[in-house]
C-alpha cells in the first residue's frame, strides 16, 4: 500500500530497546503538545500528550519530556516492539485549536 | 476518544473534476477538522468545520477550492474542487474531544485521492 514519509529521517532500533524520538518545536507561546503514530495506510493516531506546565509525562511503555527552554520534545518507547514501527509526529499548539505538525520520524524496529 | 470513519477510502479521479469526502463521527462532537497530507509531508490544516456557519479556512486555503459542510454535530464533508495532480493528497478528518488533560484530537482513517 501507499507509504507515508518516504523522506523522512528514520530511527532504526532492536527490538526490545528502547526508542527515543526528538523534534524541536517552534512556537515558545505553545502550551500543549501531542504525540502521533501513523502507520502505513491509517490516520495518525493519539499516544500522549502533555502540557507546558508539565515536564515530564508517563503512559504505557511511553513517556514525553518536554524542555521549554530549548523548546524540544522527546518521545521515549520503552521495550520497542515491531508493532511500533511507524511514523511519529510531534504537534504544537498555541492558545488555539489549531496544530502545527512536525516533519515526522520514521521508526523502524528491527527484529 | 472517537470513532470517525471517512468515504472513499481511496480515489482516482481525472483532473478537473471533483471529489467529495465525507466524515463521520461515532458521538456530537463540537470541533471538527479537515487536515492535507501531500506525498512524504506532514499534515497541513486546511479549516475547520464549523456548525451552522461557513468553515474558518487557513492560509492558502480557499472556500471556491476546497468546500465544506457541516450539517450537524456528527457529520462533515470536504469537497476537492477542479482537481489537478497536485492535489493528490492523503485528506483526513479530525474532531476534538475532551480528554484527561486538555482538548484531544482524533483523526480519520484519511481518504487517499490520486489526480491523474
Known amino acids: 500500500g501507499e507509504s507515508v514519509g518516504l523522506h523522512l529521517p528514520t530511527l532504526s532500533v532492536q527490538e526490545g530497546d528502547n526508542s527515543i524520538i526528538n523534534c524541536a518545536y517552534s512556537?515558545?507561546?505553545?502550551?500543549?503538545f501531542i504525540w502521533y503514530k501513523q502507520e502505513s495506510g491509517k490516520g495518525p493516531q493519539f499516544i500522549i500528550d502533555i502540557r507546558s506546565n508539565m515536564d515530564k509525562r508517563q503512559g504505557q511503555r511511553v513517556t514525553v519530556l518536554l524542555n521549554k527552554t530549548v523548546k524540544h520534545l522527546s518521545l521515549q518507547i520503552a521495550a520497542t516492539q515491531p508493532g511500533d514501527s511507524a511514523v511519529y509526529f510531534c504537534?504544537?499548539?498555541?492558545?488555539?485549536?489549531?496544530?502545527?505538525f512536525g516533519s515526522g520520524t520514521r521508526l523502524l524496529v528491527r527484529p | 476518544s472517537a470513532v470517525i470513519s471517512q468515504k472513499p477510502s481511496r480515489d482516482i479521479c481525472q483532473r478537473g473534476t471533483s471529489l467529495t469526502i465525507q466524515c463521520q463521527v461515532d458521538?456530537?462532537?463540537?470541533?471538527m477538522f479537515w487536515y492535507r497530507q501531500q506525498p512524504g509531508q506532514s499534515l497541513t490544516l486546511i479549516a475547520t468545520?464549523?456548525?451552522?456557519?461557513?468553515?474558518?479556512?487557513e492560509s492558502g486555503f480557499v472556500i471556491d477550492k476546497f468546500p465544506i459542510s457541516r450539517p450537524n454535530l456528527t457529520f462533515s464533508t470536504l469537497t476537492v474542487s477542479n482537481m489537478s495532480p497536485e492535489d493528490s493528497s492523503i485528506y483526513l478528518c479530525s474532531v476534538e474531544t475532551s480528554g484527561t488533560s486538555s482538548y484531544e484530537q482524533y483523526f480519520g482513517p484519511g481518504t487517499r485521492l490520486t489526480v491523474t
Open positions: 504537534a504544537e499548539q498555541a492558545s488555539s485549536y489549531k496544530l502545527i
Open positions: 468545520a464549523n456548525q451552522g456557519s461557513e468553515a474558518t479556512y
Open positions: 458521538s456530537q462532537v463540537t470541533m
Open positions: 512556537n515558545s507561546a505553545s502550551d500543549y
